[in-house]
């Protein structure tokens, strides 16, 4: 499915978001790259009903969404920090989210690092093994859209291209819109289209060298 902004704005205090325009399709794999302060999380905010825009309207597979609560909108977010149910086990964390499709449990939990994780609670994961898990877990409940806020940024650096090629692989595979930002280059080799994004504003794709 699709998404698309439309002059989406947002202010917080001193600080406005926007106008954004912006549009995926299903299946593109696509980063936001920026600073600290320059937007990126709220625009996932906005797109994921975590905040509501004050003007302009967002449209996922073709449906106005504003005013909409997050449920609604079939998108997974990966948060910069981990958010993981504590009183649970990383496979208790993982059935939960595959209540729909058990079966896929095992190829996600192989190929993101963390199946020797699953008796393991929330409490005693590195920050980057709680990340991989989050991020088992937005797969496992398989949106539409995927939203992820620096994805990659605590995983060890020898983990981090093989994560990124099977959430790239992911998106191409299902049709899933994946998005995701980050401050740093490299995690956006894999991308598709690299937009930027300073003072609020969604800029010009940057170009490859």
Do not use: C
């Not at 905010?45 to 909108?73: C, H, K, T, W």
């Not at 990966?78 to 449990?105: K, T």
């Not at 690092?113 to 699953?118: H, N």
């Amino acid at each position: 499915m699709n998404l698309r902004l439309s002059s989406v704005t947002k202010r917080l205090g001193g600080f406005l978001l926007g106008p954004v325009d912006l549009a995926l399709e299903g299946g593109e794999y696509v980063a936001v790259v920026g600073p600290n302060g320059a937007g990126k999380t709220t625009l996932l905010y906005l797109i994921s009903g975590f905040m509501q825009p004050d003007a302009g309207d967002i449209y996922m597979g073709g449906r106005r969404v504003n005013g909409s609560p997050p449920e609604e909108r079939r998108a997974a977010f990966v948060f910069s920090e981990p958010v993981l149910f504590p009183n649970m086990s990383v496979a208790e964390n993982l059935e939960f989210a595959a209540r729909g499709n058990p079966g896929r449990l095992h190829d996600v939990r192989r190929a993101l690092g963390i199946d020797r994780l699953e008796g393991r609670r929330a409490w005693e994961l590195s920050t980057g093994q709680a990340r991989r898990v989050e991020m088992a877990r937005a797969l496992l409940s398989e949106p539409s859209f995927l939203l992820m806020d620096e994805p990659y940024s605590a995983i060890d650096p020898s983990d981090r291209g093989a994560v990124a090629a099977y959430m790239k692989g992911y998106a191409s595979a299902t049709g899933t819109a994946v998005l995701l930002t980050t401050h740093h280059m490299e995690d956006t080799e894999r991308a598709d289209r690299v937009l930027s994004m300073a003072g609020g504003r969604l800029e010009a794709p940057r170009q490859r060298l």
